[in-house]
Every structure is written in structure tokens, then in C-alpha cells.
């Protein structure tokens, strides 16, 4: 048993060591807006922990991104969309984003409608 145990962390070891991949970046965010007003955009750990973004032009697009730290959570990231001119927000998500991935944002006239969309290998 104690035979067993003792290869695991050379195991382990290696396996990180010849992980893929370079430095860990960002995850981009591209967010395009149908919307007639201002949006702003949020982004949560489920329903947690918000941070805000930056706001979209009415019916413009703007690009964001997501620190590698807040990719990691369990319950999925989300988008709270506020709508400047009617003051309500509307949710988009959940996603998981991994280390290569992109994420495409799209914020209909009717922000309730909103949809996320994650792109793999857009680095």
C-alpha cells in the first residue's frame, strides 16, 4: 500500500509540470448591443459577488475581460444587464469559460432576451 502511495506525487508532479499552455490570460469578453440605451454590465459568481464591468453604448458593442480568478466558480458566472433608461436588470448565463476560451455577448431590444455564448480556441 505504502508502494502505491509513494509514486502519486512524482505522478502529479509531472503532470503539472508538462501541463499545455503558456501564461494564464485574461478571457476576453466581446459584447454587441441591440439595445436603445446605455447598458450596464456585471459580472457574478452565480448570484454573487458583482463586479461591474463597464457600461455598452445604446446600440454599439464595447469588449471587457474576466481575470483568469474570477473564471473559478462552481455554480457558473452570469451577466446582470442594467438598462440605464428603465433602471431593471436581466440576467445572462450561467457559462464557464476555460483558459482558451472567448466569450460573445449579445444584448437584444429586449435585454431579457440577452444570450452568452462561449467560443472555444480563440486564442
Known amino acids: ?5 509513494a509514486w502519486t506525487a512524482p505522478l502529479l508532479t509531472a503532470c503539472a509540470v508538462l501541463r499545455p499552455g503558456g501564461p494564464v490570460v485574461d478571457t476576453e ?3 454587441r448591443s441591440h439595445n436603445a440605451s446605455d447598458v450596464d454590465v456585471y459580472l457574478l459568481c452565480g448570484d454573487r459577488d458583482a463586479e461591474w464591468l463597464g457600461v455598452v453604448p445604446r446600440q454599439s458593442g464595447a469588449a471587457f475581460s474576466i481575470a483568469p480568478a474570477r473564471r473559478i466558480c462552481a455554480s457558473g458566472l452570469n451577466f446582470f444587464l442594467v438598462v440605464q433608461s428603465q433602471g431593471r436588470g436581466y440576467w445572462a448565463g450561467p457559462f464557464r469559460p476555460q483558459d482558451a476560451d472567448d466569450v460573445v455577448l449579445v444584448i437584444e431590444k429586449f435585454a431579457g432576451l440577452s444570450s452568452v455564448a462561449v467560443r472555444s480556441g480563440g486564442r
Open 29 to 31: 469578453v466581446a459584447v
Open 1 to 5: 500500500m505504502r508502494r502505491s502511495l
